[in-house]
């Protein structure tokens, strides 16, 4: 019995994976298309009909491509990184809270914490590793800007932990069937969303990536496959990012079409902001995480320890 759990565990794992990396794909050909409306041109419509085997052919032309590297680079390093980049990116998603056999555990949210702090290194060695100035002025940055931004993520998830009591998402999709987390936490969405759009680096806070005055930032030696990892690395991250603000605010069943209209409304919106949205100054970046989402989440982690404090009291005093 035990042989067949994990076979099917394996199974769905790997189904999952795949599901996610297709769903990548299919992401960045929205972003294409979209920001070509935006800017009032066609995405790309050339490669089959109406150009959407376009990822497909993007992947083929980058992975058979000539790997090539910098000759002062540390090649070990250099090499390994976008591969951890897109193996974090992808093992995360085992805390998707599916009701069947599959990896969700009671742990989920550390896991996640876990796995984007391992994050940080897999940029900085990609900066640090390519020996080159603006790759590493970029991987300087993105260390900075991501850890800024996880300490709000962190508080924030702190507020629900408390408010619901458990870290497994199962238990979030339980306590909202009644009523959105969003509907009675409208500010701390809003900050969640900020700091998702800063912890995968995308407009208006790429400021590892910063084209107009980096090049491309921490990726500037990558080219055919290790560039292509580290692109589709960010895509996983937007898809869980957006599956996460789905769970935390706006319910959690996986069962119903609902929830996947609502997951690709939000990774969207990541597309819809960097169309709109110029980029931010790095100094007021840093203001915003430390002095205006610090205070916000930690106001609300006060008042929902207070608020388990006085349930936890009262249904004391009831039974006393």
């Known amino acids: 019995m035990f042989y067949k759990d994990l076979i099917l565990s394996a199974v769905s794992s790997i189904l999952l994976v795949v599901c996610v990396l297709v769903g990548v794909a299919f992401l960045t050909l929205l972003e294409r298309k979209v920001l070509g409306y935006i800017q009032i041109r066609k995405g790309p419509n050339k490669v089959g009909i109406c150009g959407i085997p376009q990822p497909f052919a993007d992947a083929i032309k980058l992975f058979t491509k000539e790997q090539t590297y910098p000759t002062l680079s540390n090649y070990l390093p250099y090499y390994i990184s ?63 800007q991501t850890i800024s931004y996880e300490v709000s993520l962190a508080l924030i998830m702190l507020s629900f932990v408390f408010l619901v009591g458990s870290y497994c998402l199962v238990d979030f999709g339980v306590h909202q069937e009644g009523l959105w987390f969003l509907v009675l936490t409208l500010p701390l969405s809003l900050a969640w969303f900020a700091s998702c759009l800063a912890e995968t680096n995308r407009t208006p806070f790429d400021f590892a990536e910063g084209e107009s005055e980096l090049v491309s930032g921490f990726n500037v030696e990558y080219s055919s496959g290790g560039f292509a990892l580290i692109f589709m690395a960010e895509y996983a991250s937007i898809l869980f990012m957006s599956m996460l603000f789905c769970v935390l605010f706006l319910g959690a069943d996986l069962l119903s079409f609902l929830f996947y209209l609502k997951l690709g409304f939000l990774s969207f919106m990541f597309i819809w902001v960097r169309g709109t949205l110029p980029r931010f100054r790095y100094d007021k970046l840093m203001y915003l995480a430390w002095k205006s989402f610090l205070p916000l989440s930690l106001n609300y982690l006060v008042f929902f320890s207070g608020l388990k404090v006085l349930t936890l009291l009262s249904n004391f005093l009831s039974k006393t």
Do not use: D, K
């Open 82 to 144: 976008p591969i951890m980049s897109l193996f974090l990116s992808l093992v995360v998603w085992m805390i998707m809270p599916y009701f069947t056999v599959m990896h969700n555990f009671g742990l989920g949210l550390l896991f996640f914490l876990s796995c984007t702090s391992l994050g940080v290194y897999t940029v900085m060695i990609a900066g640090w590793a390519s020996n080159s100035n603006y790759a590493l002025l970029g991987g300087l940055r993105a260390v900075a």
